[in-house]
């Protein structure tokens, strides 16, 4: 089964402090894609960052990176310089390419930035 | 250029009553998706449609139908609402089979049913 485990449903940090939040994920396959997604209060679901399995350098987007370790099935993502906007739940997600290409989410971690 | 949008955005059923959810997207995408979101499960794919005529079951396809008649449209049809589907639901899309891979969310329709 393809699965993904966040393992910290809430963090908390200062605002223009740096967080990491954990993901780790299971597939047999070889061919996949990770995002990070991040949904305020508005519901509305926003794409943060995306990896591509057969990269091996570490994808970032302005304040965003990640921390991308395939042999350990790891994707964490790191907020440098928080903002208050950050405040949201983030979701990790994959992919396997080539198929019907639904994404398998984590539960979700509830981040909360702090003034 | 709208992206994803949904219809209604918020919706109070009676158990037993039926509705259609509907979802556009303006990117002509091939790949459309509903998922459901519970608190504390993430997001579970419902049904999905990789071209215009076809669809498919995902995770938890139970006491919902869908329909792709157009490309650009995704309907997601409850026929006999239960408490059970008291949720938000996503309507979401990616270009096609070769990517790229990152799905476009709609804004989402919270739906209650008592």
């Known amino acids: 089964a393809q699965t993904v485990t966040q393992s910290q449903p809430e963090m908390s940090v200062q605002e223009a402090e740096t967080v990491t939040l954990s993901c780790t994920y299971d597939?047999?396959?070889?061919?996949?894609?990770l995002f990070w997604y991040k949904q305020p209060p508005s519901r509305q679901m926003i794409l943060v960052i995306r990896q591509e399995a057969y990269k091996q350098q570490n994808a970032t987007e302005n304040r965003f990176s990640v921390n991308f370790q395939k042999a350990a099935k790891s994707f964490s993502l790191k907020i440098s310089d928080s903002q208050l906007g950050d405040t949201a739940m983030y979701f990790c997600?994959?992919?396997?390419?080539?198929?019907?290409?639904?994404?398998?989410f984590g539960k979700g971690t509830k981040l909360s930035v702090k003034p | 250029n709208a992206g994803v949008t949904q219809t209604p955005k918020f919706r109070v059923l009676k158990t037993g009553q039926s509705m259609t959810l509907l979802c556009a997207q303006d990117m002509n995408h091939e790949y459309m998706y509903w998922y459901r979101q519970d608190p504390g499960m993430g997001l579970r794919l419902i049904h999905y449609?990789?071209?215009?005529?076809?669809?498919a079951k995902g995770e938890v396809p139970d006491g919902y139908n869908v329909s792709r008649l157009k490309k650009q449209n995704f309907l997601l049809g409850l026929e006999s609402a239960a408490p059970s589907q008291t949720s938000v639901y996503f309507c979401a899309s990616r270009s096609g089979p070769l990517g790229p891979y990152e799905q476009y969310f709609g804004p989402g329709t919270r739906l209650t049913v008592t």
């Open positions: 997600a994959f992919t396997i390419g080539g198929s019907q290409g639904n994404l398998i």
């Open positions: 597939t047999s396959e070889s061919n996949y894609y």
């Open positions: 449609s990789v071209g215009e005529g076809t669809t």
